[in-house]
């Protein structure tokens, strides 16, 4: 409709061209009716608007009245605005006047301060010679306390003031009382000390920090403790193997740690340990000295590294035992001071900079390291590595030296010693409590484990396993040859020949025993020692890699166990090649001298009397019983397995080279049953496997005719997995007298 | 630790005078970091850093030990589980060079002969302060047959390349070793090598 409104003018001055150009009726009524419409809307609008007139003029006359009502208010206006200018300016006045009552009245404040401080300087001054005449020192220092309190600048204002000479003469007299008093408090304390009067030393010791002289009442009470620790000594002395200086020191500060946290506040427990400390350091130095002098200690060390013939270790034993009890007594004592200083200092610094609670750790961290106590006994601890480990090897060697096997026993004696030793040692390092130290205990054991250990009984398995039987019947021929020859030369007939192969035999079997139980000794070492170390980290020592530096260690240590299981593992296949084959490859050969190509007769005569493996079986058996009794159940389980596979090989070799007849090929059938039944009681692995090829042989060597294979090949398999070639079925199909090569030729597999 | 954390396992012990800056290059190598004020070390400190080198992860097990002479016999205990050596002196002390012969005896004492040794010249930022010239240091490392190498832990001048290089060759060589062993069957008392790869098997 707006639209259409707007349109209007425009619409009608076109329309009137377009109404002349307007033709057809009907177009030109309806432009006619459109403008009829328009026409009456412009009318009604008009009405409207003249009817509005009205009112309009009402408006404009009440306006009009207005006019001079506005005149009025503006006059008031301008009246309000002075008045307020007015009051404005009036509350200021009042304002100023009221800051200059406030300043004046903070004057009189510090007036009154200063006049109760004077009074407060002349009560004092008064005071401190009272009560230095009374001797009363808690009263003196109290008032010395109060002076020391006072605004100082306020003081000096003083001095400028009428009175000035007054105050002067007072302050004069106060100072000095202060000299005097802190003369006294020393002196008295002095005497303290020399008597051993805990309560006065304590009495003087609470008056310093009255006297702002915190650093010397602290250097004094050590002074005084450091005494008590030299009485401790004495007792020591006496003693003589004890070492409970450190326990001592840490005694001392437990009983004082309250009075100084009560008078001096906290924070200053490291001050009272670092003058302590150095007492403690003097008194360490001196008892390390005469334990170097009664131990001889570096004489000690010297014949350690210089590898004198150690008859040196029984007296290295104790010493050793000592400075691990030492060390870890120290390392209590310092992982004590520094728990405490910790939350000393933890509750001190609450509010303190990140700058100052660093400054305090390095300050802590120095003192702790580089304290003498803590470098001596790194020294002492240098000094026990090199001889723990030369205890180690010497120890081991003696072992191996005087190393025994007693009859029935699977293993020697020096398995069981040098394993004590090692226990004994890395033990010894760990109750040192020092991590490093530890370390590399762990560190010297696997080498001694690895390298020279492993090389004894590596060299023992070296020298072999004596052959027998057939080989050592030749062997003992010559050997005899030579044994008289020799013993003609030198007169005398010697007969240990025989016995001295006996014991090559058995030295060898223990040699592989202890090999594995070397292994297995390792890995309970490792658990043992994980578990010792997991007590001694929980109790808190160590920082925070002490955990990774133990695993890494250890882990070295227990690869040392496999070593000694490759080694075993070595020992059993030179065992297999050098004792088992050269025996059980004859006894198979002589399968070659049964003729499997039999007939009916002879099969029977086989069934009556066996030709072959009944033997071999007993052969088999009379072999092993001498390894069964002398190895452990595992390796001879190995051993007895690596013979199985020997075997199995072996006779395949052999059953290649031989003819089979229909009834020689069951004969062999049966041989081979009763060879796995018999295998089978002996080994705890399963030797189907092993025996596979084998009965798969025997299977082929049994059959009617060629094609009857078929019946088990290829879809017929059923369960069966071949572990023959067609090229090698072909091969022992040959191995068949009665089959003829054409029509194994012909199969189709 | 599982086998599949990494492929390869070196371990590495840094050894020289105390103050040549052994502690600061383990700390710019492992922690990005160079803490000034440095105080001596005490015993051995040990760091782990793992690093992939053409897609294998090499863990390396770094062992700083202390260069003061009373901690040596705990320090000498490291030499012989140790892959590779990083002998390290101050290019500003002559002192700390004149003692590598020393430390050279101390290696063939108590290091396996496998060992792999780099001589580290460190500090090469006080350039200014040089005692030891880069050719005296060749002339040295050639003879021993050793690599050299000089940095900076201040200014991370070769650090990095130093750790990766020896990483590199540490492969290499368990590379080859494994090689060896499988070829060659050991005979009974020579033992064959356990592989570098082997040795995590026990955890």
């Not at chain 1, 915190?214 to 250097?219: A, I, V």
């Not at chain 1, 009916?600 to 052969?619: C, K, M, R, S, T």
């Amino acid at each position: 409709r707006a639209a259409a409104g707007d349109g209007c003018a425009g619409s009608f001055t076109l329309s009137m061209e377009r109404i002349r150009e307007l033709t057809d009726l009907a177009e030109l009524e309806a432009t006619y009716g459109r403008l009829c419409e328009k026409e009456k809307e412009v009318e009604g609008e008009l009405e409207t608007l003249l009817e509005q007139q009205g009112t309009v003029e009402s408006k404009m006359i009440a306006l009009h009245r207005m006019g001079p009502n506005l005149q009025l208010i503006e006059g008031d206006a301008k009246q309000l605005a002075g008045m307020i200018t007015f009051t404005c300016n009036l509350a200021e006045n009042v304002s100023s006047k009221v800051r200059q009552l406030d300043l004046a009245k903070n004057r009189l404040y510090q007036a009154i301060q200063r006049a109760d401080d004077i009074l407060d300087l002349k009560f004092c001054t008064d005071g401190v010679q009272t009560a230095l005449r009374n001797e009363d020192y808690e009263q003196a220092a109290a008032h010395v306390h109060r002076y020391l309190c006072l605004d100082k600048s306020v003081i000096e204002l003083s001095r400028q003031g009428k009175e000035g000479s007054i105050i002067d003469a007072n302050l004069k007299l106060l100072q000095e009382a202060e000299q005097r008093l802190k003369t006294i408090v020393t002196e008295k304390f002095d005497v303290a000390t020399k008597q051993g009067d805990l309560p006065q030393v304590e009495r003087f010791f609470k008056i310093f920090p009255l006297l702002g002289l915190h650093e010397e009442g602290l250097s004094k009470l050590s002074e005084y403790l450091c005494k008590q620790v030299m009485v401790l000594l004495g007792i020591d002395r006496e003693e003589n193997t004890t070492w409970f200086l450190p326990a001592g020191v840490a005694r001392i500060v437990e009983t004082h740690q309250p009075i100084v946290e009560t008078y001096y506040g906290l924070g200053r427990l490291y001050t009272l340990i670092k003058y302590l400390q150095v007492e403690c350091d003097r008194q360490v130095e001196k008892v390390v000295d005469k334990f170097i002098q009664q131990r001889d200690y570096h004489r000690q060390v010297i014949k350690a590294m210089v590898l004198f013939v150690c008859s040196a270790c029984r007296e290295l034993d104790p010493i050793l035992t000592e400075v691990a009890l030492m060390n870890a007594r120290s390392e209590l004592y310092l992982r004590f001071i520094k728990r405490r200083i910790i939350s000393d200092f933890e509750v001190g610094d609450s509010m303190a900079s990140e700058e100052v609670k660093q400054e305090h750790q390095k300050c802590l961290d120095k003192l702790l390291n580089n304290c003498l106590l803590s470098r001596t006994m790194k020294e002492l601890i240098g000094y026990y590595i090199t001889m723990e480990e030369y205890f180690m090897r010497e120890t081991v060697n003696k072992a191996v030296a005087m190393d025994t096997c007693e009859k029935g026993q699977l293993t020697s004696s020096m398995v069981d010693d040098v394993f004590y030793i090692v226990k004994k040692c890395i033990g010894r390092a760990l109750s040192s409590s020092s991590i490093d130290c530890l370390c590399a205990m762990i560190n010297h054991s696997t080498t001694e484990l690895e390298s020279d250990f492993r090389e004894v009984l590596c060299n023992k398995l070296k020298m072999g396993f004596p052959a027998t039987t057939f080989q050592d019947f030749q062997r003992g021929v010559t050997s005899a040859v030579n044994i008289m020859h020799s013993s003609l030369q030198q007169g005398k007939f010697d007969t240990k020949g025989i016995e001295s192969t006996n014991e090559a035999k058995q030295s060898f079997l223990v040699t592989l025993n202890n090999v594995e139980v070397c292994s297995e000794n390792i890995m309970t070492l490792k658990k043992t020692l994980e578990s010792d170390c997991t007590k001694l980290l929980s109790q808190g020592f160590g920082s925070e890699q002490a955990q990774a530096k133990i695993d890494s260690c250890l882990s070295d240590l227990v690869a040392v166990s496999s070593k000694f299981r490759d080694l075993l593992q070595e020992g059993l296949n030179e065992l297999t090649t050098s004792a088992v084959k050269p025996q059980v490859k004859p006894w198979i050969n002589l399968f070659l001298s049964v003729s499997h190509n039999v007939e009916e007769e002879e099969f029977n005569d086989y069934e009556a009397n066996d030709p072959w493996v009944q033997q071999f079986i007993l052969n088999l058996e009379q072999q092993m019983a001498e390894f069964k009794s002398g190895l452990s159940p595992v390796i001879y389980d190995s051993l007895t397995s690596l013979m199985t596979s020997l075997i199995a090989i072996e006779l395949e070799k052999v059953v290649f080279k031989s003819t089979f007849s229909r009834l020689g090929g069951l004969q062999f059938d049966k041989e081979l049953r009763s060879l796995i039944a018999y295998l089978t009681t002996v080994t705890t692995w399963t030797i189907r496997d092993k025996f596979a090829r084998l009965s798969q042989m025997a299977t082929i060597l049994n059959l009617e005719r060629v094609t009857e294979i078929l019946d088990y090949w290829g879809p017929n398999s059923g369960p069966l997995t071949w572990r023959l070639t067609p090229a090698e079925v072909r091969q022992v199909l040959a191995l068949r007298i009665d089959f003829r090569s054409d029509d194994i030729k012909r199969l189709r597999l | 630790m599982s086998m599949e954390d990494y492929d390869f396992l070196f371990k590495i012990v840094l050894i020289g005078n105390a103050g040549v800056g052994k502690t600061c290059l383990v700390r710019r190598f492992t922690q990005g970091l160079f803490p000034p004020g440095q105080g001596a070390t005490i015993g051995v400190d040990f760091m782990i850093k793992t690093v992939e080198i053409n897609g294998e992860k090499v863990k390396l097990q770094i062992w700083d030990t202390a260069g003061q002479e009373r901690f040596r016999s705990i320090t000498q205990s490291y030499y012989r589980s140790a892959n590779a050596l990083i002998l390290t002196y101050d290019i500003t002390c002559e002192e700390s060079f004149r003692c590598l012969p020393e430390w050279l005896r101390e290696i063939e004492q108590y290091a396996s002969n496998k060992v792999i040794t780099v001589l580290v010249g460190n500090k090469i930022d006080l350039v200014e302060k040089r005692e030891v010239s880069q050719q005296r240091a060749e002339e040295f490392s050639m003879a021993q047959d050793m690599y050299y190498l000089e940095t900076s832990a201040k200014e991370s001048d070769n650090v990095e390349k130093l750790f990766l290089d020896l990483a590199c060759r540490l492969i290499s060589e368990a590379r080859q070793n494994t090689l060896v062993n499988n070829v060659a069957s050991p005979l009974p008392g020579e033992g064959k090598n356990i592989g570098y790869l082997t040795c995590c098997n026990f955890n």
